[in-house]
C-alpha cells in the first residue's frame, strides 16, 4: 500500500471546525500532508526525519 491509500485526517478535526484541516499520510521513506478541503491539489512530501523538523517549527511558532 503506499501513502495515497492511508490518509488520516487530525483527531481535532470535527463537525465545529466544518471539517477542514491537513490529512496526512505516512509510508516507510515519506511523510505526505495535503490540505482536506482540496485533496486533488498540491500535497506537500517529505523525508520523515524533515517532516519531525517541520512539526517541531509548527508547534514553536503555535506560542507565539
Known amino acids: 500500500m503506499s ?3 492511508n490518509w488520516h485526517k487530525s483527531s481535532y478535526s470535527g463537525p465545529g471546525d466544518g471539517n477542514e484541516c491537513v490529512e496526512i ?4 521513506t515519506h511523510v ?3 490540505d482536506s ?3 486533488a491539489r498540491a500535497t506537500l512530501t517529505f523525508p520523515p ?3 519531525g523538523h517541520f512539526l517541531e517549527g509548527v ?3 503555535a506560542g507565539r
Open 37 to 39: 478541503k482540496a485533496p
Open 59 to 61: 508547534k514553536s511558532d
Open 32 to 34: 505526505a500532508v495535503r
Open 3 to 5: 501513502y495515497m491509500d
Open 25 to 28: 499520510a505516512t509510508s516507510t
Open 49 to 51: 526525519e524533515a517532516f
